[in-house]
């Protein structure tokens, strides 16, 4: 296209991304978002790019983010510090750096000892805090072999492409541009007289050597990804104009990808991806078999004076364990039926703790804010992160993101697809947290439909109690038999090694108080024997 042809393509395609999330009138298309993603080498032209991009769309409605690459934060997984600046459906948003920075960043000091002797002025203009968070690699390291790096990058650029595709699948696609120079031209533009950016690796690229392995590490990277669009950034014009159009072909797409066929369903797969979704569509979800733990309770009693002296013993031990998990991450998550004892379970847990260690998450029916974001993202910002100033590190979840496989598939909030995807969405979401080295401790509190009805009707007469009960309880109650298979479901699919379930009786809470307190400080005391 000529630039005025392209400019108008790029406007229009802008404002009817932005029409898929509109309420009134319902639109067509499934609201959709595009995330372009922004690295390569140094004097490429990418703020070039960028700068025509926004003076040929409407600026407001571009979001552009910035970071310089760092060392992955401890006990949180790569792509974690940058789940807030997502794209809401029916928005760009440009993103210089992302996680690709970070991991070229970290690569690069182990693959170079000599390219991060050069980023101490940068450091300097990090934020305050920023002496005080964990990092994985310190500059005096000596580099590793060659088979090492290209391990750890190779296994960071498999769950990269696992986040990415999940991205995509909840209605945020990806276009990831690799901007190009040879080194003579780069060596030019670093000797000329207009001032350089702050560097996204923070690297020395005056450097043949550290070109050189950069080289190397960049070559791998899109070896193994298949994905990034190569810009030539010979001329910065040229190289900008390309971006443009690959920017217009990626909303196009977005739009194509968010319209419904004649029978409602949502198109989420690119062409090439049609014969996959077609075989997995044949294939019926199979409900697994009911378990004995989730319909038969035991009802095992203990004495109140007996409760009270182990709870406190149980509720120390847990304090000792937490505070010595040398600022490990950890998330308990609750689920269960209504009026299990959700609340009570969580008050006990975090009855020894100070208020400052831990942060409580109530989850209930997302806002219209956060449904303009991939599903998982809701929780993804609440995860305890080493870039806040929070100082609390543990986070207790009551209810979860499991609610797309509960509350969801019963009541029909999501689609077939979309809840029976998210199971192994979630898998992957588990895992990334446990090898990045967070404790994920989960529990399915277990009541039978008699002891709920006593608790309903208990805190129907109990004015202190009264909040608890709404009508959705009463509904929800009426719909047992699918909530108890729904559980079953979900407790089949997503017990794995790195996050079990803990199922607890809790027909009798004191029993099942302690019953908590005991997994708790289990889970705790193998996940620090283990470092």
């Avoid at 959700?342 to 806002?367: C, F, S, T």
Wanted: charged content about 30%.
């Amino acid at each position: 296209m000529d630039k005025d042809t392209l400019r108008l393509a790029l406007v229009t395609a802008q404002y009817a991304l932005r029409a898929t999330r509109q309420q009134t009138p319902a639109t067509v298309n499934k609201p959709t978002g595009l995330l372009v993603l922004v690295n390569g080498m140094e004097q490429a032209g990418k703020g070039t790019a960028v700068k025509q991009l926004r003076q040929w769309v409407d600026p407001r409605l571009l979001k552009v983010e910035a970071t310089i690459g760092d060392c992955p934060l401890a006990y949180q997984p790569l792509w974690q510090a940058h789940t807030k600046a997502m794209p809401r459906h029916g928005d760009v948003m440009v993103y210089f750096g992302n996680w690709y920075a970070d991991l070229l960043y970290n690569v690069m000091r182990m693959a170079s000892p000599e390219s991060s002797e050069n980023d101490t002025e940068n450091k300097k203009s990090k934020n305050k805090h920023s002496k005080n968070k964990k990092r994985k690699n310190n500059v005096d390291e000596p580099s590793l072999p060659i088979v090492e790096w290209q391990a750890y990058l190779q296994q960071q650029l498999v769950k990269l492409k696992a986040f990415e595709q999940d991205l995509v699948a909840n209605q945020t696609r990806v276009l990831k541009c690799w901007f190009h120079v040879d080194i003579e031209t780069l060596q030019e533009r670093l000797n000329d007289d207009e001032a350089d950016p702050q560097f996204l690796y923070q690297i020395d690229w005056n450097s043949k050597k550290v070109i050189e392995t950069f080289n190397n590490v960049a070559t791998a990277l899109l070896r193994q990804q298949d994905d990034w669009i190569i810009i030539d950034g010979e001329d910065k014009s040229d190289a900008a104009d390309h971006f443009c159009h690959e920017v217009l072909q990626a909303m196009q797409n977005a739009l194509a990808s968010s319209k419904a066929d004649i029978d409602g369903e949502v198109q989420t797969q690119s062409l090439s991806d049609k014969n996959t979704q077609q075989e997995a569509d044949v294939k019926i979800f199979e409900p697994v078999e009911i378990p004995n733990q989730l319909i038969d309770i035991d009802n095992a009693d203990i004495k109140k004076s007996d409760y009270k002296e182990a709870l406190a013993k149980k509720q120390a031990r847990l304090a000792e364990l937490l505070r010595a998990r040398k600022g490990r991450h950890v998330v308990f998550a609750f689920e269960g039926m209504d009026a299990a004892g959700k609340g009570g379970a969580i008050k006990r847990l975090v009855a020894p703790l100070d208020p400052r260690e831990y942060q409580v998450y109530n989850i209930g029916a997302p806002m219209l804010y956060e449904l303009q974001h991939p599903y998982l993202w809701r929780f993804w910002t609440r995860l305890p992160n080493e870039q806040t100033d929070r100082i609390s590190r543990i986070a207790i979840f009551d209810r979860t993101w499991y609610g797309r496989v509960l509350v969801e598939r019963i009541e029909g909030f999501a689609a077939d697809n979309d809840w029976q995807r998210a199971y192994d969405e979630i898998n992957r979401f588990e895992a990334d947290l446990a090898t990045a080295g967070t404790i994920v401790i989960k529990y399915w509190l277990a009541i039978d439909k008699k002891e709920q009805l006593a608790r309903f009707e208990a805190r129907k007469e109990t004015p202190h109690k009264q909040f608890k009960l709404t009508e959705d309880d009463w509904r929800n109650r009426k719909k047992w038999e699918d909530y108890v298979q729904s559980a079953a479901d979900m407790l089949a699919r997503t017990n794995t090694d790195h996050a079990p379930w803990c199922v607890i009786a809790t027909n009798e809470k004191r029993q099942a108080r302690l019953d908590v307190l005991d997994h708790a400080i289990e889970q705790l005391s193998a996940a620090l024997l283990d470092r």
